[in-house]
């Protein structure tokens, strides 16, 4: 079964830090390339979710205009796990975070897609 459990949300004060963690299980990890979107607050619909942050699984990594300079993607195959840093939070930064693992199954099955359920960051003073 596979799984992604994000952790490290909550509140924080503008200009302050956090670190989300995500760690898979139930699939190969290394073999995925992943990411971190987020749906903004006060958006109820479960999509479009923004891009965030990505990490091929050779290790590739961007983020999106709106971190640029501030938040960071890295991965740790040896513990199934991604991670976003999120330095210099801003109010806008507030919403839904979520973790997604995509991995190429080959021309027959396609890409696999598996997301976590979310965590909530809330960036205010």
């Known amino acids: 079964q596979v799984q992604l459990v994000e952790s490290g949300g909550g509140w924080v004060q503008p200009g302050g830090s956090l670190r989300l963690s995500c760690v898979a299980s139930g699939f190969t990890f290394s073999a995925a390339a992943m990411a971190w979107l987020r749906r903004p607050s006060g958006q109820e619909r479960e999509f479009p979710r923004e891009?965030?942050?990505?990490?091929?699984?050779?290790?590739?990594?961007s983020v999106g205009d709106s971190v640029r300079g501030r938040f960071a993607i890295s991965r740790d195959n040896a513990k199934n796990t991604v991670y976003l840093q999120m330095n210099n939070l801003r109010p806008e930064d507030t919403g839904v975070y979520y973790c997604?693992?995509?991995?190429?199954?080959?021309?027959?099955?396609?890409?696999?897609?598996?997301w976590g359920q979310g965590t909530q960051i809330i960036v205010s003073s």
């Open positions: 997604h693992a995509a991995m190429d199954m080959g021309p027959d099955r396609g890409i696999a897609e598996y």
């Open positions: 891009l965030v942050a990505h990490i091929t699984k050779d290790f590739s990594a």
